[in-house]
């Protein structure tokens, strides 16, 4: 296996980051406030080249709606 072969299977290891903390104060809830920061920290996370993903509690419904609008899916329910 020689260094050519290693830089590039270094190359295709797909990476993740986690969208951790993504808040908004709720008085201006409709405004668009939570999709531009979610969408602005997805964006830096993407041109990481990386995969964001999060966490979600199943009670939080708008933060569910929110992220399925931005392409989010469900992979796992705890």
Do not use: C, W
Request: no cysteine; hydrophobic share 35%.
């Amino acid at each position: 296996m020689g260094l050519e072969y290693v830089e590039e299977r270094a190359q295709s290891i797909i990476t993740y980051d986690e969208v951790s903390a993504l808040v908004t104060h709720p008085n201006p809830t409709g405004k668009g406030y939570a999709k531009q920061l979610a969408t602005q920290t997805v964006n830096v996370i993407f041109d990481q080249n990386k995969i964001p993903y999060l966490h979600v509690a199943e009670t939080n419904s708008n933060a569910i709606a929110l992220y399925e609008k931005l392409g989010f899916t469900t992979r796992k329910k705890n």
